[in-house]
Nanobody, 117 residues
């Protein structure tokens, strides 16, 4: 059974930082491209950051220079370091695992991030 379990969300003040984690099980983690997505109230889900199985990264323009995605294949975990948070970063953050060659696509249950004073 495939599981993606996010953690690390919460309430943070503007300008603060959070580190999200997504622990994967039931997949061969190292062959999957991993991503973080977010969905704010009333808005569509959007890509935040992606890290490929080879370690290449891609970021949404809105988070470039503030967020960093990384992965630890030994721990089957992907991280999202979020700095300089602002109210527009408030959303539910989802972890995604994709292996196009295998036709596999999995989502986590999401973790809430709220940026507010």
């Amino acid at each position: 059974q495939v599981q993606l379990v996010e953690s690390g969300g919460g309430l943070v003040q503007p300008g603060g930082s959070l580190r999200l984690s997504c622990a994967a099980s039931g997949i061969i983690f190292r062959v999957y491209d991993m991503g973080w997505y977010r969905q704010a109230p009333g808005k569509e889900r959007e890509m935040v950051a992606i890290i490929t199985s080879g370690g290449s990264t891609n970021y949404a323009d809105s988070v470039k220079g503030r967020f960093t995605i990384s992965r630890d294949n030994a721990k089957n975990t992907v991280y999202l370091q979020m700095n300089s948070l602002n109210s527009e970063d408030t959303a539910v953050y989802y972890c995604r695992a994709v292996a196009l060659s295998r036709g596999r696509n999995y989502w986590g249950q999401g973790t809430q991030v709220t940026v507010s004073s």
